[in-house]
């Protein structure tokens, strides 16, 4: 079974330019999440979708970042203008229906995105 | 609001010795705990969860995890760490609603040989 995959796998931009990555979950899975992963942190939820609706993006800054999933599959996540802080890993994650707490999700290896 | 800490940045641990990473967390009512661990350049991959029953939980790679509610720790254990044990462990608690994951800053484990 093929895993999340994700590109680019690194980024380098200037500052006050755009940038987009790119998600494609597990075959049939439900659900996909965007993380925002800075340097000693920990994943910090930005939006997540159930097929193709948004349940959660309470911690999207919407000002600059969006994201859709049209058509229920993959995913694009968007970020305009870039900002220095922007310089993290996103990481996409799926899972199969996300209605259980205690499902698992399955991570990309990532996008490092550095913002100069 | 939930909250997770893992107190440990890096830990050094010598190939064989016995290894404890701590995680505790804030949460009002039953948590859903998880451990991950992150290797270089690679994504998150599960190592364990509780969410109820047994507070002592296997997962892969010959890990373990004890959940003790008295305490608010979910602490990683493994009995002999192996020199490709060496990334960065991240503890997670999901306090409800679509899975919603709040991760720890991560403890990132050195092994020496």
């Known amino acids: 079974e093929a895993g999340v995959a994700q590109s680019p796998r690194y980024k380098i931009i200037e500052k006050r330019q755009s940038v987009a990555f790119w998600c494609n979950p597990i075959s049939g899975h439900a659900t996909l999440y965007w993380y925002q992963q800075i340097l000693g942190q920990g994943p910090k939820l930005l939006i997540q979708?159930?097929?193709?609706?948004?349940?959660?993006d309470s911690q999207l800054p919407k000002d600059r970042f969006s994201a859709e999933r049209l058509k229920g599959v993959d995913s694009t996540l968007k970020i305009q203008p870039a900002k220095l802080e922007d310089s993290a890993v996103y990481l996409c994650?799926?899972?199969?229906?996300?209605?259980?707490?205690?499902?698992?999700?399955?991570f990309g290896p990532g996008t490092r995105l550095l913002v100069l | 609001a939930q909250s997770v800490t893992q107190p440990d940045i890096h830990i050094t641990v010598s190939e064989g010795a016995s290894l404890e990473l701590r995680c505790n967390y804030s949460y009002g009512a039953t948590p859903y705990l998880f451990w991950y661990v992150q290797s270089p350049g690679q994504g998150l991959q599960l190592l364990l969860k509780y969410f109820s029953g047994d507070t002592l939980v296997q997962g892969i790679k010959g890990f373990e995890a004890e959940f003790k509610r008295s305490q608010s720790s979910f602490n990683l254990r493994k009995p002999s760490v192996h020199w490709s044990d060496a990334a960065e462990y991240f503890c997670a608690v999901g306090p409800g609603g679509f899975q919603k994951l709040v991760f720890g800053t991560g403890t990132r484990l050195l092994v020496s040989p």
């Open positions: 979708f159930q097929n193709n609706g948004v349940v959660d």
């Open positions: 994650a799926s899972s199969e229906k996300g209605t259980s707490r205690v499902e698992t999700q399955y």
